[in-house]
């Protein structure tokens, strides 16, 4: 290992991903793993072209496959995810820093949490804000005895929407972030999903024998149309808002020409966007989301039952944590498989297809911050302003679904958001935008997954090749317009469903690779005080020989072997080890 003489040095060495390209433009692009994914995406877009019908019912029978046969699998992860997290933030893991030690974040908490929830959940929120509350309130569960459309129907529906988007899929997010965060800037390794892998196979099997593309190449696929899915619904909402304005009325049967029309014009400004980078285009356009979503909710909150969303903020919150037990476990072991299906597995599955796009993105904007931090950021911030988005507008339309107005029996699934709106003064103008932040948070959410579609395809790169994340955001908009041309929104959640099932393994195997490796760092122990921004540590991760050599002593391991039944003596910095002249040894 080649020695390196100084703190600035060191700096440099440690913390950046080891397997950047040393070259730019198209010699950056891993061709193997672009290559693989990109051609059977195009493959699966001519065949839904040229097949629609066949494509439509082969994914119909593997949908039914899987969900009878997978179903536990998706619960049961879904379930330890949120379990490990809060272990890792509570347990003597929580101070260790997701950086060198010392290091800064990169963006401030409110830019942070903007971006980590437009990138997580945006268009969902739109498309399912009222719908799904006031569907539930109509068509309860089949795990609850309770009426439809009766009081305990309406507590019902509000626990069950606020479990499918409460800690369940910001725990799926959390883990592979925090995998990834860890691994790249704390073991410098690279910003791929396969690096965190290297904790149990070594550094020799994952990037030099290839170990590694295959879960990179599953999770470009699986990206993909978790992203489509999302682009998906959002042309769908657009669409029914466009039709209401146009004619004044929903339509029953939407075709697919429209929201095919909305993709390919919205795709423009992903391009356009993309092209402008991280710290530009998507930061801005996240904190316009926040400040257009905070308009919607006031207006609603103000112009709605103010009280009656009030009362139901408690009694919701309540439902959810008194039923969070029994809703994670439900199966379908006595009936309800199509229920599942249509609900909790495809919102699993759409969660796990996106944690390839939206780890990644998490972990690239959160560098600086503790795993503490970190997992309680993505898991409770996230949670909380879902429950008060869901309360006011889930609350908005079960008022007007007890009152009489059919929100529920609304044309299309699109439409419910607006079918809501139309009871409150100032129609047009909450319509437009809801319309303009459906926009927004699509091409927010599109560009983001194009840059981290970029970074898995360039071996990890923190800043691909611009025309290869423009390749990617336009290939999103085509296979979103293709799936709509399948089938509509079934397709969507189909595909959803086929594409993260194989991905679930990948996750529960991070899960491994980053316990693995945090069993390994030094400061596994509590210290007194924080350890992020101390300015007495040493910038570097504290893997000097003598403290791995401690720390492995303790777990019964050889501190020198990589993985791969080689030794590798790590070379401390000159003036002593990599904790620093001044640093007490960690008690024991």
Known sequence: MKHHSSDQDLEERVGEPASLPPTQGWASVDKTVFGVSAGLIVVLILLGVFFTDAVGDGAAAALSWITNTFGWLFILGASG????????????????????????????????????????????????????????????????DVAPGSPEAASTAMAYTMFHWGLHPWAIYSVVGLALAYSTYRMGRGNLMSAPFQSLFGKERIEKRGWGKPIDILAIICTKFGTATSLGLGSLQIAAGLALLRTGEFEEDPSAAVPIIVICVLTVGVVLSAASGISKGIKWLS?????????????????????????????????????????SFHSAVFGGSDWLASWTIFYWA??????????????????????????????????????????????????LQLNGVDIAGTGSEAAGFFAALQNYPFFIGAALVVMVLTAVFFISGADAGALVLGT????????????????????????????????????????????????????????????????????????????????????????????????????????????NGTKETPTPPAGGSEFGPDLPKTPR
């Open 350 to 399: 759409w969660w796990i297809s996106w944690t390839p796009f939206v780890g990644t993105f998490i972990a690239r904007i959160s560098r600086g911050r503790t795993i503490r931090e970190f997992v309680l950021g993505v898991l409770l911030v996230p949670t909380a302003v879902s429950m008060v988005w869901f309360v006011i507008f889930g609350g908005a339309g079960i008022n």
């Open 456 to 563: 898995l395809s360039t071996r990890g790169s923190k800043h691909p090749w611009k025309p290869l994340v423009i390749f990617w955001a336009v290939l999103t908009g085509a296979v979103a317009a293709v799936l709509l041309a399948v089938g509509g929104l079934a397709a969507l959640q189909t595909f959803t469903i086929l594409a993260a099932s194989p991905f679930v393994l990948i996750i529960i195997g991070l899960c491994v690779a980053l316990y693995a490796d945090l069993r390994r760092d030094p400061l596994r122990q509590r210290r007194p005080g924080p350890v992020r921004g101390a300015t007495g540590l040493q910038a570097a991760v504290p893997f000097s020989e003598a403290a791995m050599a401690e720390a492995e002593a303790e777990e019964g391991a050889d501190p020198a072997d990589d993985g």
């Open 81 to 144: 995810f949120v379990v490990f997290s809060l272990v890792l933030a509570f347990g003597r893991y929580g101070r260790i820093p997701l950086s060198n030690e010392g290091e800064a974040t990169e963006f401030s908490t409110l830019s942070w949490v903007a971006m980590m929830f437009s990138a997580g959940m945006g268009i969902g929120l739109m498309f399912y804000g009222v719908y799904e509350p006031v569907t539930h309130l109509a068509s309860p569960p089949p795990f609850v």
């Open 287 to 327: 904190n316009t989301n926040m400040v257009l979503a905070g308009v919607l909710l006031v207006f609603v909150f103000v112009a709605g039952p103010t009280l009656f969303i009030l009362d139901l903020l408690p009694s919701a919150i309540g439902a959810y944590l008194t039923e969070l037990v029994p809703m």
